[in-house]
């Protein structure tokens, strides 16, 4: 198990593919094994499922990890759940874990045009995910820290839907976070972007969308500046055809002004890029980010 220091957020983030993906019962105890030994404190998980007969799996995840933990988990219906084998009464979105309560959730859908949706497809012959699914932006605050996770349109070639959706995404936490809360908010997810892109762009300050600004520090890239590929089709299990790229994010918001230095990135690195019970984790790596927290309950 990693240490962790006395004054510093762990904060770990994975799109764990728990709906779509092969061998789940054995990679829910990879996700495990995984948050175990990086010592934790907050999770963010995309791909969560749950239905009528088997549990949440973000909950599983938290029924098995080492000591006390709670979890929020929010998601929709899926449109067409033929489409993926599965029954009508699943739910499919985002969970947060953290090892304070958590006190307040909310679930957003962020925004989509279901033209452009159908036009993403047309090109596909086995979509990865059906049309008309609503991409979730979950909110919980925990320990008083505002923490989001989100999972934004999946298609290469629908940039503009994603553009849009981080537009939502800015309004959104400047609504619901605690704007007088010793830490800056955190935010976590899936992007199906790289860093290069407008979307990702726009939220590190680099770009300028609508007349609009923004600023959140790119955890791994304020560090490191290139790599981190976190998803990789050169590995077996992932069948893509597209190149490497760098698409998970942990996003912390703007450090300036707060007192002695919280929420400044103090580490990032990738997690769940190996095997430590024999299968990945999931078609994605994750990332493990420690943020500066001097106020950390003891």
């Known amino acids: 198990m990693q240490l962790v220091s006395s004054e510093v957020l762990r904060v770990v983030q994975l799109n764990m593919d728990s709906i779509f993906g092969p061998r789940w019962p054995d990679r829910r105890k990879e996700v495990v094994a995984w948050i175990d030994y990086l010592n934790a404190d907050v999770v963010c998980l995309q791909e969560v499922w749950e239905d009528h007969l088997r549990p949440n799996t973000a909950g599983w995840i938290a029924e098995h990890l080492d000591g006390v933990w709670h979890c929020a988990f929010e998601g929709f219906a899926l449109p067409d759940p033929e489409a993926t084998g599965s029954h009508p009464s699943v739910r499919f979105g985002s969970a947060i874990l953290s090892r304070w309560p958590i006190d307040a959730v909310e679930l957003m859908a962020l925004p989509i045009s279901r033209h452009e949706d159908d036009r993403a497809h047309v090109n596909m012959r086995v979509p990865f995910v059906p049309r008309g699914v609503p991409y979730e932006f979950l909110h919980a ?12 349109h999946s298609a290469v070639g629908q940039a503009a839907q994603r553009v849009q959706q981080v537009l939502f995404i800015d309004d959104a936490i400047e609504r619901t976070c605690d704007p007088s809360a010793a830490m800056p908010p955190v935010l976590c ?22 007349g609009r600004s923004t600023y959140f520090q790119d955890a791994w890239g304020v560090l490191h500046g290139s ?5 990789d089709p050169d590995r077996p299990s992932v069948a893509s055809d597209y190149h490497p790229r760098r698409i998970d994010y942990v996003f912390v918001g703007d450090p300036k002004y707060r007192n002695a230095g919280a929420g400044r990135v103090v580490s990032a690195e990738l997690a769940f890029n190996e095997p430590r019970t024999g299968v990945f984790a999931s078609d994605h790596y994750g990332l493990s980010v420690d943020i500066a927290w001097p106020t950390r309950p003891a």
């Open 141 to 152: 605050r925990t320990a008083g820290i505002d923490v989001y996770s989100t999972h934004l």
């Open 189 to 210: 997810g899936d992007f199906n972007a790289g860093p290069e892109a407008d979307e990702i762009r726009f939220l590190t300050g680099n770009a300028v969308i609508e």
């Open 227 to 231: 790599g981190g590929v976190t998803w």
